[in-house]
C-alpha cells in the first residue's frame, strides 16, 4: 500500500513571515504588543509567535493556536484543600513610628 501524502502545516510562504520577523528580533527593532507598546521582542519564541500570528491575519496556512485548557476542577480541588487546610490566626503586631 502507497503512503498517503502529507498535508502542509505551514505554508512556504508563512515561513518568509517568520524569517522576516526574526531578522527583525536580531537586528533589535521588533515590538509586540498593540503598535509596539509592550516593548522589545526579548526572545526568539516571541518573535516566532509573531511571524506566524501575522501570517495568521494574512490568511496563510498556520495551524491554530493552541486552546488553553480551562483548570476548573483543578481550581476547586485547590480551593476546597485551602479551606480545610487553613487555620485563621490573628497575628497583632502595632508598628512604632521612630522619628529620626
Same mark, same amino acid.
Given at each position: 500500500?502507497?503512503? *498517503? #501524502?502529507?498535508?502542509?502545516?505551514?505554508?512556504?510562504?508563512?515561513?518568509?513571515?517568520?524569517?522576516?520577523?526574526?531578522?527583525?528580533?536580531?537586528?533589535?527593532?521588533?515590538?509586540?504588543?498593540? %503598535?509596539?507598546?509592550?516593548?522589545?521582542? *526579548?526572545?526568539?519564541?516571541?518573535?516566532?509567535?509573531?511571524?506566524?500570528?501575522? #501570517?495568521?491575519?494574512?490568511?496563510? @496556512?498556520?495551524? *491554530?493556536?493552541? #486552546?488553553?485548557?480551562? =483548570?476548573?476542577?483543578?481550581?476547586? %480541588?485547590? @480551593?476546597?484543600?485551602? @479551606? @480545610?487546610?487553613?487555620?485563621?490566626?490573628?497575628?497583632? =503586631?502595632?508598628? *512604632?513610628?521612630?522619628?529620626?
Amino acid at each position: 500500500m502507497a503512503r *498517503k #501524502a502529507k498535508k502542509r502545516r505551514y505554508s512556504p510562504s508563512s515561513g518568509s513571515d517568520v524569517e522576516s520577523e526574526m531578522r527583525r528580533y536580531k537586528k533589535g527593532t521588533a515590538k509586540s504588543g498593540p %503598535k509596539g507598546r509592550g516593548g522589545r521582542v *526579548k526572545s526568539r519564541k516571541q518573535a516566532i509567535a509573531i511571524g506566524l500570528s501575522k #501570517a495568521r491575519k494574512k490568511g496563510k @496556512t498556520v495551524p *491554530k493556536k493552541a #486552546a488553553r485548557t480551562s =483548570s476548573k476542577k483543578t481550581s476547586k %480541588k485547590r @480551593t476546597a484543600k485551602k @479551606t @480545610t487546610t487553613r487555620k485563621t490566626t490573628k497575628k497583632s =503586631s502595632k508598628r *512604632k513610628s521612630s522619628k529620626r
